[in-house]
């Protein structure tokens, strides 16, 4: 019979370092195969969970359970299911890139062929002869999820993995997040990047001040804010009167750059603006997890 329990169970989870509590009764469930996203700004306490999930802090109170055990206090039979990124990723000194997975695979007994074949999967093989301090930002990311995949784990935890990379860094390293996600692999993720939680997460929990504020699909989390989409179009297009007159109820703004329109019924006014020759500069933009966040706490999303 197929385990239908939880990969992960997280409940009432506590932390605190002091005043304000940094972790302040968490629970979630992941499942087996999940690729999970925690989201939230600077502070929002994600680390701190992450950090319980793995056995590398002790909760004040409250559980955290993967596959069934307690991580707490380290519990080596899970080490060889689970792989860990730090956020501050820790190597070896001025040892190669194919030196360093070969010693940390060698660690699980992990043969030298098949750690190799880890710097492939995150694009690393041209960069093998390579040592560390020589590789790019974005190149050590992938070396360091590399070293925390070498023994094959079934559940990966990333802390950030793409914090302060170019986007072009970033968007190569979502593909090799989506690669390990499609080996069926359960993922979890912390980010304080509403578009990668977006692009990324089957699920996501929104945290804030040390406690989730929502969860679920990025998807949902959006359409059920049932927030206007905003449609735009060059300053000078059409004049903010006559975008009033072309339904009832829209809410007409204009910057100087753009004038803006929020619709809940974006179709008849999108043609309305055809039929009058009007979409020059035109863009069409849905509610985002950002406008979840705004709702949930009334500020703006920062990260
Ligand atoms: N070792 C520590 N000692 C004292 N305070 C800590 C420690 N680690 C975290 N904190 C505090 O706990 C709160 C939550 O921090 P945490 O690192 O878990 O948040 P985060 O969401 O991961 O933030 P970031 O995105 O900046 O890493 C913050 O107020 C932080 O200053």
């Known amino acids: 019979m197929q385990d239908m329990s939880p990969t992960i169970k997280v409940e009432e989870l506590r932390k605190s370092y002091g005043e304000p509590r940094a972790v302040d009764g968490v629970s979630f469930d992941v499942q087996t195969g999940e690729f999970f996203g925690i989201l939230g700004p600077n502070g929002a306490g994600k680390t701190?969970?992450?950090?319980?999930?793995?056995?590398?802090?002790?909760?004040?109170?409250?559980?955290?359970?993967?596959?069934?055990?307690?991580?707490?206090?380290?519990?080596?039979?899970?080490?060889?299911?689970?792989?860990?990124?730090?956020?501050?990723?820790?190597?070896?000194?001025?040892?190669?890139?194919?030196?360093?997975?070969?010693?940390?695979?060698?660690?699980?007994?992990?043969?030298?062929?098949?750690?190799?074949?880890?710097?492939?999967?995150?694009?690393?093989?041209?960069?093998?002869?390579?040592?560390?301090?020589?590789?790019?930002?974005?190149?050590?990311?992938?070396?360091?999820?590399?070293?925390?995949?070498?023994?094959?784990?079934?559940?990966?935890?990333?802390?950030?993995?793409?914090?302060?990379?170019?986007?072009?860094a970033r968007r190569n390293l979502w593909d090799v997040l989506r690669d390990i996600s499609a080996q069926g692999r359960t993922v979890v993720l912390t980010t304080h990047y509403l578009d990668e939680a977006e692009s990324l997460c089957d699920r996501v929990a929104i945290m804030d001040h040390g406690r989730i504020l929502q969860s679920g699909p990025p998807a949902t989390l959006v359409r059920d804010l049932d927030a206007p989409t905003r449609i735009s179009v060059e300053t000078g297009t059409i004049t903010a009167e006559a975008a009033r007159g072309l339904a009832d109820g829209l809410e007409v703004s204009d910057d100087g750059v753009s004038l803006t329109i929020a619709t809940r019924t974006p179709a008849p006014v999108l043609s309305a603006l055809a039929e009058r020759d009007a979409l020059r500069g035109l863009s069409v933009r849905g509610a985002t997890l950002e406008d979840v966040f705004l709702h949930l706490t009334g500020r703006e999303y920062r990260a």
């Open 48 to 168: 701190t969970t992450l950090e319980m999930m793995e056995g590398l802090r002790k909760p004040d109170s409250g559980t955290v359970t993967l596959f069934g055990e307690s991580p707490w206090p380290r519990n080596p039979r899970l080490l060889p299911r689970i792989g860990v990124q730090l956020q501050a990723s820790a190597f070896f000194e001025r040892l190669t890139a194919r030196e360093q997975i070969r010693t940390f695979a060698s660690l699980y007994g992990v043969p030298a062929r098949k750690a190799d074949e880890w710097l492939a999967v995150v694009g690393l093989e041209d960069m093998a002869g390579k040592r560390n301090e020589d590789l790019s930002g974005g190149q050590q990311q992938r070396l360091s999820i590399a070293c925390a995949l070498a023994h094959g784990p079934d559940l990966v935890f990333l802390d950030e993995p793409t914090s302060g990379l170019d986007p072009q």
